[in-house]
């Protein structure tokens, strides 16, 4: 009843358009019975980049390049990022490589290997933090000249990034599917019955996420049915046995399904800005529209202030992260979230 209570008042408020987007976690959304909830991996929100690995092009053929990230660490640490994202090509030298594309190459970490590895030695450093979620998008040439399917099973892209992610992360700092799952019959029946791993055994550790639809996620699946012994979740369907994580860029014209799939237990990604437009307008709309309809993670260009720019995204009263203001319980407190000062 409380979460039904949320997703009306919630989805009124966000049809309407109208008004501050400011929802506050401790608001009217909830009752007192909330006080005993434990707190959950959904019940965060957190800040996310977008292609977290980047680094602007000396000469950019197009606005949408014109930005330049922190190294992974220094995101975490000083800018309170927890959800990273990172396209990872298959390369004929071996090492599956890391950047946005040919004419937009720039990294702070060339090789899969080497973002692990940054984010794992902050992880080791700190390991009170609450889980991070890497997004992971697999790229591959040929992908985009052939049938998808023969270039990825050709390459073996996918095994690889399942191998990279063994060999680099290791399994008891990973919440995997199986985690989830546990003895459920599948991943979607398993979050609405018992709901997602409790935050505080989950601390120090990572979510695993294949940012891909289609055929590319039907290969993975294919590989792993049920998502059984696989390290990453996927972007399923609605309704399929592998439900868990959604990825939904329009939180303006998506609201209401955000906040729906959000009060359902199932965890969403979005977006407060792409190719520049939102930062060079200071048009912070689909920033507020993110954080109210309570995106768990809001993906963005501009994680801090830029020179000559008015626009960033920061997670209001958030240490870095705050409770989700859709999902989270009553008593929760941004604090009891993550303390980033200890």
């Known amino acids: 009843m409380r979460r039904q209570a949320a997703l009306a008042v919630t989805l009124l408020f966000v049809s309407s358009f109208t008004g501050c987007f400011g929802v506050e976690s401790n608001g009217n959304l909830f009752n007192e019975d909330d006080e005993k909830e434990p707190l959950r991996i959904n019940h965060i929100q957190m800040k996310g980049t977008h ?16 930005y330049t990230h922190q190294t992974l660490d220094l995101q975490a640490s000083q800018q309170g990022v927890r959800q990273f994202e990172l396209d990872v090509w298959w390369d004929v030298r071996g090492s599956l490589r890391v950047y946005h594309n040919q004419y937009d190459s720039g990294t702070t970490c060339p090789t899969f290997e080497d973002c692990l590895g940054t984010l794992l030695e902050w992880s080791n450093a700190n390991p009170m933090h609450h889980p991070l979620f890497i997004w992971v998008e697999p790229k591959d040439w040929p992908e985009q000249a052939a049938d998808v399917t023969t270039t990825l099973e050709i390459s073996g892209l996918l095994g690889d990034i399942e191998q990279e992610i063994s060999n680099f992360w290791p399994l008891n700092k990973t919440i995997t ?5 546990g003895d459920g019959d599948n991943l979607r029946d398993a979050i609405g019955e ?11 550790k990572a979510i695993f996420v294949l940012l891909a639809r289609g055929q590319t996620r039907d290969l993975y ?22 439900a868990a994580i959604f990825s939904i860029t329009d939180p303006v014209g998506n609201g209401e399904d ?5 009060s359902e237990g199932y965890i969403v990604r979005s977006r407060a800005d792409s190719g520049g437009e939102e930062a060079d307008n200071n048009d912070t709309s689909r920033r507020d529209a993110a954080i109210a309809v309570g995106a768990h993670s809001i ?25 989700n203001p859709i999902s989270s319980p009553a008593w929760c407190t941004s604090d009891s979230i993550e303390d980033i000062s200890q």
């Open 221 to 242: 699946i294919q590989d792993y049915p049920g998502l059984i012994g696989a390290r990453m979740f996927t972007l399923s369907e609605e309704g399929s046995e592998e």
């Open 299 to 323: 993906s963005t260009d501009y994680p801090a202030k830029v020179d000559g720019l008015e626009y960033w995204v920061s997670i209001p009263d958030g240490n870095p992260s705050r409770c």
């Open 258 to 262: 955000i906040t729906r799939l959000v």
């Open 51 to 66: 292609n977290s690995y980047h680094v602007e092009p000396l000469f950019s053929p197009t606005r949408e390049y014109m």
């Open 177 to 181: 599917p199986d985690d989830v799952r």
């Open 194 to 204: 018992n709901g997602w791993p409790l935050l505080e055994q989950s601390r120090g």
